[in-house]
């Protein structure tokens, strides 16, 4: 691992004040992914900015009648939230879903929506790979193909997005509220911090270096029955190879793009009459990849939404 330097913020403006100072400082948070890619070598930040210790971690009901998650909740705190669990059953279910309960104890919500995508040649630093080094190429592209993003790939990367936790925000519609130096504040839909690939795949969000999640908002839930389906390698401790949440009339698909995304064509379909099965395949109409892969989402897209349209009749 390479020399850098260390500070544990004392508050959000000295963690926002070192940013702004630091160029290539990172904020650390529960430390699984970004200590992760430091041993690899894949990130190689001068300085660390441990915001781990800020009071963000609170959980608290906002007046709409939704809920404001602190970035630095854990994921395990989120996830056994007796509100979530009984409002948003579809973010207590993809959190659970998430690594393993070791990772999730440390794991924290700014940290999740932040984290780096799992493509196998952007860990491995001897494969060329345009995200962690431009211009190099793309190995995943004559590579392992079960994780392609089957939407708003470019030529210059098909990776797709990790984050379990942010399928379900977007299903909910929830928003991001973050800060930078200057003391500007953001508010955007979660499905929109990060950025399709296009020509600079290294760019993973619209984020500036010295800006900060401070938390998530959700909004009251919509009304009628949530789903959440992943398919995994392995019961455990793995990302998906593809998920979906469904919150009332909404769908999101997970590990499918580099960004949750709402399937927006089928919930169209769904609103027009369509069967589970028409609405995924609206849906995947759109998509690119291999067969295989797009039929494994197009059918776990129906199997989610028929399971919600079940609780519904139940
Ligand atoms: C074996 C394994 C399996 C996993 N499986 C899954 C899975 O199935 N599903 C899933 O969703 N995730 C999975 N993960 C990922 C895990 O959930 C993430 O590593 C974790 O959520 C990151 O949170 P953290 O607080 O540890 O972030 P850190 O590692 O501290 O930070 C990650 C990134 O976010 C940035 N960051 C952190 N907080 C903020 C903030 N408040 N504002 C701005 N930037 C911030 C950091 O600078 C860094 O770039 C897995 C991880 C491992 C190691
Ligand atoms: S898909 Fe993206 S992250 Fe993966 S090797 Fe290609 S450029 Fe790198």
Known sequence: MKP????????????????????????????????????????QPARLIDVGRLPLAEIAETA???LRIGALATNTAVASDPRVRSRYPALA???????????RNKAT???NLMQRTRCPYFMDAAKPCNKRLPGSGCSAMEGLSRSLALFGASE??????????????????????????????????VETLHRLPGEAPQVDTDLAPDELVLAVELPPPPPGPQAWRKVRARASYTGAIASVAVAG????????????????????ALADGASAAEAAAAELAHAEGPEGRRSLVRRITADAIREAREGAAS
């Open 4 to 43: 850098f330097a260390f500070e544990r913020a004392r508050d959000v403006d000295h963690a926002l004040s070192l940013a702004a100072a630091s160029p290539g400082a990172r904020f650390l948070a529960g430390g699984t992914n970004l200590l992760d890619l430091m041993k690899l070598e894949i990130e």
């Open 64 to 66: 709409a009648g939704g």
């Open 93 to 103: 279910r993809a959190i659970l879903a998430g690594g393993s309960v070791q990772l």
């Open 109 to 111: 919500v700014g940290g």
């Open 156 to 189: 210059m990367c098909v990776a797709v997005s990790p984050s379990d936790m942010s399928v379900a925000l977007a299903a909910f519609d929830a928003v991001a509220e973050t800060v930078r130096a200057d003391g500007s504040v953001r508010r955007r839909p």
């Open 249 to 268: 009339d909404r769908v999101a698909l997970g590990a499918v793009a580099a960004r949750p995304w709402r399937a927006r064509l089928a919930e169209a």
